[in-house]
Antibody
Framework: QVELVESGGGLVKPGGSLRLSCAASGFTFSDYYMSWIRQAPGKGLEWISYISNSGSSEMYTDSVEGRFTVSRDNAKNSLYLQMNTLRAEDTAVYYC??????????????WGQGTLVTVSS | EIVLTQSPATLSLSPGEGATLSCRASHSVSKYLAWYQQKPDQAPRLLIYDASKRATGIPARFSGSGSGTDFTLTISSLEPEDFAVYYCQQRSNWPLTFGGGTKVEIK
């Protein structure tokens, strides 16, 4: 069965950095595009990044462009999110999700349990 | 950016009743709209994609309809486990965006 397990969340000071990891299993990881989606406490869902199956193409929402970098290691079935220059408004649960869909964009058929990132002094 | 507006914000219903949730897009998203269910302290679950296709394992009481800018998620008869927050999401244009959610609560 498909499983996505995030790790690396925690408390970080404003301006600091954090790297999230996601271990994937139960499917051929290298066949799928992947995304990160976040949810601030008590708020809705926000898509933040997207990476192609080969890792050659990435996309970001404006609020994290230039600060966050998504990457993957298909040999390790792993997805990463490097987060730099963190702000209080980046505080959220971060979900690793599998992206599917032909044509424009994607919808998300499997989600990890999420990892909480708290940015506070 | 395409803005998705969900209504109502809260729906108070009893088990066995039907539920109709709306999602309106600021610009046409063609058929490229998905619906998700989220229960407290759980990750969202995909229910419907491409407006009307049920995801794997989703009961037939969930159905989706619409195209362009107006979409509907219908739950034909609410089961106790259906009380949750529902989000719509478009994949027609970047950035991918979600609606603000509709909470279906027990009356």
């Amino acid at each position: 069965q498909v499983e996505l397990v995030e790790s690396g969340g925690g408390l970080v000071k404003p301006g600091g950095s954090l790297r999230l990891s996601c271990a994937a299993s139960g499917f051929t990881f290298s066949d799928y595009y992947m995304s990160w989606i976040r949810q601030a406490p008590g708020k809705g869902l926000e898509w933040i990044s997207y990476i192609s199956n080969s890792g050659s193409s990435e996309m970001y929402t404006d609020s994290v462009e230039g600060r966050f970098t998504v990457s993957r290691d298909n040999a390790k079935n792993s997805l990463y999110l490097q987060m730099n220059t963190l702000r209080a408004e980046d505080t959220a649960v971060y979900y690793c999700v599998r992206a599917v869909g032909y044509g424009p964009g994607a919808h998300f058929d499997y989600w990890g349990q999420g990892t909480l990132v708290t940015v506070s002094s | 950016e395409i803005v998705l507006t969900q209504s109502p914000a809260t729906l108070s219903l009893s088990p066995g009743e039907g539920a109709t949730l709306s999602c309106r897009a600021s610009h046409s998203v063609s058929k490229y709209l998905a619906w998700y269910q989220q229960k407290p302290d759980q990750a969202p679950r995909l229910l419907i994609y491409d407006a009307s296709k049920r995801a794997t394992g989703i009961p037939a009481r969930f159905s989706g309809s619409g195209s362009g800018t107006d979409f509907t998620l219908t739950i034909s008869s609410l089961e106790p486990e259906d009380f949750a927050v529902y989000y719509c999401q478009q994949r027609s244009n970047w950035p991918l965006t979600f609606g603000g959610g509709t909470k279906v609560e027990i009356k």
